[in-house]
Nanobody, 116 residues
């Protein structure tokens, strides 16, 4: 079983930056696809970014060019660098791990609030 713990959330002004981290324990981390998702108040959870075990990346259109996902397999860490933040980026951000085609391990989430 993989356990995931997010950190790095907080309050930031529009245009600012934050870096989220996700620490993994247990499981074969290097073989997982790792993803970031978010849930804004009153909205469904949505995909933000993912990074495959071969370091290929994919982003939601809303964050392309502003967010960057990366991973450090030796440290079992996944990062989400968020730049040029907007108020609409306000959400709880979740880290997730997929061993096949489905994300079946989730963290508890970290709150990101962007003030205008």
């Amino acid at each position: 079983q993989v356990q995931l713990v997010e950190s790095g959330g907080g309050l930031v002004q529009a245009g600012g930056s934050l870096r989220l981290s996700c620490a993994a324990s247990g499981g074969a981390f290097s073989g997982y696809t790792m993803g970031w998702f978010r849930r804004a108040p009153g909205k469904e959870r949505e995909f933000v970014a993912r990074i495959g075990w071969r370091y290929s990346t994919d982003y939601a259109d809303a964050v392309k060019g502003r967010f960057t996902i990366s991973r450090d397999n030796a440290k079992k860490l996944v990062y989400l660098q968020m730049n040029s933040l907007k108020p609409e980026d306000t959400a709880v951000y979740y880290c997730a791990a997929a061993s096949s085609s489905q994300y079946n391990h989730w963290g508890q989430g970290t709150q990101v609030t962007v003030s205008s």
